[in-house]
């Protein structure tokens, strides 16, 4: 890895089981926060900006392309884990899905994607990126499922993803630089 990486996680989202998951707006609060993240001093150089093309990251990280004068790249691949029928779920099961994921990294059941899929898929959108630009300074806003996979993994600390993912807030953010965690996700 030649850029710096700055990842951070989609602000709050109003879940809307009326709209499909990645169509989610974001909350009263997470339109706060979204306008918060574009005067956060670290991000005032950034050189690129991408997101999923989840309404949820597009949204998070649009105050900051707007101020800044920016395009957002959208790329498909850094999505949140397919969720099949994660909107029809109620929370209690959805935890349970997560969990079970979590425990066997090839499990998928309802359409859900195995852990080791969504990260392999995630893992070659943020190499792909990283060979496509030189010495740049990149912010990339996907979701914390995802996230905390790829953080985990580049830590060896595939063995505690519930706690990290737990841990994870919508204002945390992490950076890599030349392929080595300069800033966590979680604290």
């Given at each position: 890895?030649?850029n ?14 009326n709209?499909s998951?990645?169509?989610?707006d ?9 306008n ?6 670290e991000?005032q150089d ?11 990251s ?6 900051l392309a ?17 969720r099949?029928?994660?909107e ?6 959805y935890?349970k899905m ?9 499990f ?20 792909k990126?990283?060979?496509?630009y030189?010495?740049k300074?990149?912010l ?10 790829y953080f ?17 807030d919508e204002e ?6 030349n392929?080595?965690i300069?800033k966590?996700?979680?604290?």
């Amino acid at each position: 890895m030649n850029n710096e990486l700055i990842f951070i996680r989609h602000a709050e989202t109003k879940v809307d089981k009326n709209i499909s998951i990645p169509e989610w707006d974001l909350t009263e609060d997470g339109y706060v926060h979204a306008n918060d993240i574009k005067d956060i001093p670290e991000f005032q150089d950034v050189d690129i900006l991408i997101s999923s093309t989840e309404n949820k990251s597009y949204l998070t990280i649009k105050p900051l392309a707007d101020k800044l004068g920016k395009e957002i790249i959208k790329i498909e691949e850094l999505g949140e884990v397919v969720r099949g029928d994660g909107e029809t779920l109620s929370l209690e099961e959805y935890n349970k899905m997560k969990k079970k994921l979590f425990e066997d990294f090839d499990f998928s059941k309802n359409g859900w994607e195995s852990v080791n899929h969504a990260l392999n898929r995630y893992s070659k959108a943020v190499k792909k990126i990283d060979e496509e630009y030189n010495h740049k300074k990149i912010l990339i806003c996907t979701h914390g499922t995802v996230m905390t996979l790829y953080f985990a993994k580049l830590q060896d600390k595939m063995n505690d993803l519930m706690n990290r993912r737990k841990t994870m807030d919508e204002e945390d953010w992490g950076i890599i630089k030349n392929g080595k965690i300069i800033k966590d996700i979680v604290k």
